[in-house]
């Protein structure tokens, strides 16, 4: 069965600077895909950045990116010039089932507070 | 954007009742979810289903199901809670198309078993 594991459970930082939040992951299988979503305190999820495991260039989407280290089955997500309005709890998450009807597991999440 | 509906936000409601949530998506997605999110934060699949298949999570209980009406809407009906169903329960669809089969999540319904 497939695992994702956020071992940080919080994270507090001062605005403008840079995070990474660790994720590690089991499968088995030889192709699958990545994600991270944030939670905000109002409670929605919203997609970030996902990375597919074939691709050999780390995704980035704005302030965010990843660090796809696929020997180590770890997918860190960075938030640079981090702001305020980022403190979330930030969740790793991987695909599981066939392409026509897989869901998503989640790892625990981790609690990011950017500090003034 | 929301695009994903959930109602209500909260219902209280006492052990063995029956309470139904809904979710509507205005997507035209083909797949939903039913996630279930419990005090810890921990985010687990309930059910996903398509106008063709319904998958279940082996550990849901029973009570548990899921209804459908068309593939813009995916309710979930508990038959009799128990105070373990205290949770947020997410409600989220599937985007096929070029944003590469990304879930989005709708604002969740909180549910507490007195």
């Known amino acids: 069965a497939q695992k994702v594991t956020q071992t940080q459970t919080s994270i507090s930082v001062m605005e403008k600077t840079t995070v990474t939040m660790d994720c590690v992951y089991e499968?088995?299988?030889?192709?699958?895909?990545l994600f991270w979503y944030k939670q905000t305190a109002s409670g929605e999820i919203v997609f970030l950045i996902r990375?597919?495991?074939?691709?050999?260039e780390n995704a980035t989407v704005g302030h965010y990116s990843l660090n796809f280290q696929k020997p180590k089955s770890s997918i860190g997500l960075i938030i640079t010039a981090t702001q305020i309005e980022d403190s979330a709890v930030y969740f790793c998450?991987?695909?599981?089932?066939?392409?026509?009807?897989?869901?998503?597991?989640f790892g625990s999440g981790t609690q990011l507070t950017v500090m003034p | 954007e929301t695009a994903v509906f959930q109602t209500p936000n909260y219902h209280v409601t006492q052990v063995g009742n029956e309470v139904s949530f809904n979710c509507k998506q205005t997507?035209?997605?083909?797949?939903m979810y039913w996630y279930k999110q419990d005090s810890k934060k921990l985010l687990k699949i309930m059910f996903s289903?398509?106008?063709?298949?319904?998958?279940v999570n082996e550990t849901v209980p029973r009570r548990f199901s899921p209804q459908s009406s068309d593939k813009a809407h995916l309710n979930l009906r508990i038959k009799s809670v128990e105070p373990e169903d205290s949770a947020v329960y997410l409600c989220?669809?599937?985007?096929?198309?070029?944003?590469?089969?990304?879930?989005?999540f709708g604002p969740g319904t909180r549910l507490l078993v007195l």
């Open positions: 989220a669809s599937r985007d096929w198309g070029i944003n590469q089969d990304t879930q989005y």
């Open positions: 499968t088995q299988d030889s192709s699958y895909f």
């Open positions: 990375q597919d495991s074939y691709k050999k």
């Open positions: 998450a991987m695909r599981e089932g066939l392409s026509g009807s897989w869901q998503l597991i």
């Open positions: 997507l035209g997605h083909d797949t």
């Open positions: 289903y398509n106008n063709k298949q319904l998958i």
